[in-house]
Nanobody, 119 residues
């Protein structure tokens, strides 16, 4: 597993969670990173992206509630989610464009971490 996502769980509406996406030791360089989510019965959608220099983009539904960040030294990305709503319930996946052991760049996905927001 090249990307390990964690931090999901059950939270009440209005609560917060912080997701983490760590890369394995075999990953030598990391470019863009992102978080996606997939709710039951729906297609996977982009939540937020962050470049290696820290530039960010967000989906409109985040409405300033979510913050993506990264620690380049740790090759880890984070998603701080505040004021969560029941419609945020989904499996959250992290993505990274990365090099493994100085080979070609490739796309990598984490295994997903489940977020459930109760009303």
């Amino acid at each position: 597993v090249q990307l390990q996502a964690c931090g999901g769980g059950l939270v009440q509406a209005g609560g917060s969670l912080r997701l983490s996406c760590a890369t394995s030791r075999s990953i030598s360089s990391v470019g863009d990173m992102a978080w996606y989510r997939q709710a039951p019965g729906k297609q996977r959608e982009l939540v937020a992206t962050i470049t290696s220099s820290g530039s960010t983009t967000y989906a409109g539904f985040t409405l300033g509630r979510f913050t993506i960040s990264r620690d380049n030294a740790k090759k880890t990305a984070y998603l701080q989610m505040d004021n969560l709503k029941p419609e945020d319930t989904a499996v959250y996946y992290c993505y990274a464009r990365a090099q493994r052991s100085y080979t070609n760049w490739a796309n990598y996905w984490g295994q997903g971490t489940e977020v459930t927001v109760s009303s």
